[in-house]
């Protein structure tokens, strides 16, 4: 996600200047000397707002903790964190961790964080993660023989191929968890952190320590990062809902989904014609008996835990086209915005192509209900044509399969 500019970037920067290292490289193997008050030192890369930087200062108050953040719009928040808690024992550099070795002399990094690096999905792009084997053989050198690097993060295809990473570049792992906080809240929580946890993601987390087989830049080019692609990134960085799912209609659902359901006026060209939905059972049962009858018509309702909190058709399935249009209608304001349409139309294409084999999904929306169409294009879908009523859109299985994979 691209950094909102700061405004009154310079003089706030200015107002945090105490905080800030201009010439990091004049201190390389000097950082604690420098910083008699302090025992060790720690780096934490990618820092961002800095909810992490300045609760880990608060907590190990003996200890220098150089924050590194390559976008300045991020760092000044971060340095506002710390500067507004009085800590002592912050440091900020502006600049890329690839920078790392030139800051920090051989063996002086006690421990390295790197919280929620950005995923870079695509294959092209994997040597830009921050836990990409260069990057790796750059922490070795800083770190001592039994240094620690504590990476956390909520895409767990990063999570895999990292540790993949980790291993193969020769780094002891331990307290490898993929549900860090299961059981309650453990350790200091990143701003990321929190939002993906208050959204119910599962966080991961590792700790690799350098040892003796640990490469470092010493051992020479690191391997060719061949199939490198994130599955599941990008456009899906929060996993699916995972109590999320699509069941095929039945009268009771269809009574459930009435129950509770309120018009949409995103779904309604002229909105004076909108009035409000009144439950009548016999209607409701009519209206299913009537769906039942549809030939090429696939209804479900979409269920989330028990709840029932939407409905979804693959209407005019073809199957001399090997096509089908997609439509989906949430039940009421209490679900949306939450990406549950997004999820639940996921888990339609996943059935279009995987179950159905089909190899073409159409789907339409109205011209003003921009939600919906934002939603299609998250989802891979290409925009076709519009009438004066309807945007128009389509997907084929190769374009969902390189947009679930990242790699296109
Ligand atoms: C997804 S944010 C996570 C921020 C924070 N660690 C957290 O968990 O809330 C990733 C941060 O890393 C920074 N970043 C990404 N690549 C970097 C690099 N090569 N060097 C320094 N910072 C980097 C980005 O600018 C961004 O602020």
């Given at each position: ?48 707002k ?33 500067q ?15 920078r ?36 790796l ?33 020769g ?59 994130l ?16 069941v ?20 309604f ?37 028990d ?84 945007k ?17």
């Amino acid at each position: 996600m691209r950094m909102r500019k700061r405004r009154n970037l310079t003089p706030r920067m200015e107002q945090c200047a105490a905080l800030m290292i201009d010439q990091p490289e004049a201190l390389r193997g000097r950082w604690l000397t420098e910083h008699p008050a302090l025992w060790h030192l720690h780096a934490e890369l990618g820092c961002g707002k800095g909810r992490f930087t300045a609760d880990t200062a608060e907590a190990l108050p003996d200890t220098l903790i150089v924050a590194v953040e390559k976008v300045p719009d991020a760092m000044i928040l971060a340095m506002e964190r710390v500067q507004a808690r009085g800590l002592a024992n912050v440091r900020f550099i502006d600049t890329d961790a690839e920078r790392l070795p030139l800051l920090f002399a051989p063996g002086e990094v006690e421990r390295i964080y790197i919280n929620f690096c950005d995923p870079w999905p695509k294959s092209r792009d994997a040597k830009f993660r921050l836990t990409a084997p260069a990057f790796l053989r750059r922490y070795a050198d800083a770190l001592p023989s039994g240094g620690q690097i504590w990476f956390k993060t909520d895409n767990a295809p990063l999570f895999d191929w990292s540790l993949e990473q980790f291993q193969n570049e020769g780094w002891a792992i331990s307290e490898l968890t993929r549900d860090l906080h299961e059981n309650g809240v453990v350790g200091v929580m990143t701003d990321y952190e929190a939002k993906f946890h208050a959204e119910g993601v599962p966080i991961k987390r590792l700790v690799a320590t350098k040892a003796d087989t640990t490469k470092t830049s010493a051992d020479g080019a690191v391997p060719r990062l061949r199939d490198a692609a994130l599955p599941d990134a990008r456009g899906f960085q929060k996993p699916t809902h995972p109590a999320l799912r699509l069941v095929p209609s039945t009268k009771e659902l269809t009574r459930a989904f009435y129950r509770v359901f309120a018009h949409d006026p995103a779904l309604f060209e002229d909105e004076s014609r909108l009035v409000p939905y009144v439950y009548d059972e016999a209607a409701v049962d009519a209206k299913f008996e009537e769906r039942q009858k549809r030939v090429n018509n696939s209804p479900y309702f979409i269920l989330l835990g028990d709840e029932v909190i939407g409905e979804l058709v693959l209407k005019n399935l073809d199957e001399k086209e090997k096509s089908c249009e997609l439509g989906i209608c949430l039940v009421n304001d209490s679900v949306k915005n939450k990406g549950y349409g997004t999820a639940a139309e996921r888990l339609a294409l996943e059935k279009a192509f995987d179950e159905l084999g089909l190899e073409t999904v159409l789907a339409d929306c109205l011209l003003k209900n921009t939600r919906s169409q934002h939603v299609l294009q998250k989802l891979g879908f290409r925009f076709v044509s519009e009438d004066g009523h309807f945007k128009y859109y389509k997907i084929t299985r190769a374009q969902f399969e390189a947009s679930r994979t990242g790699r296109e």
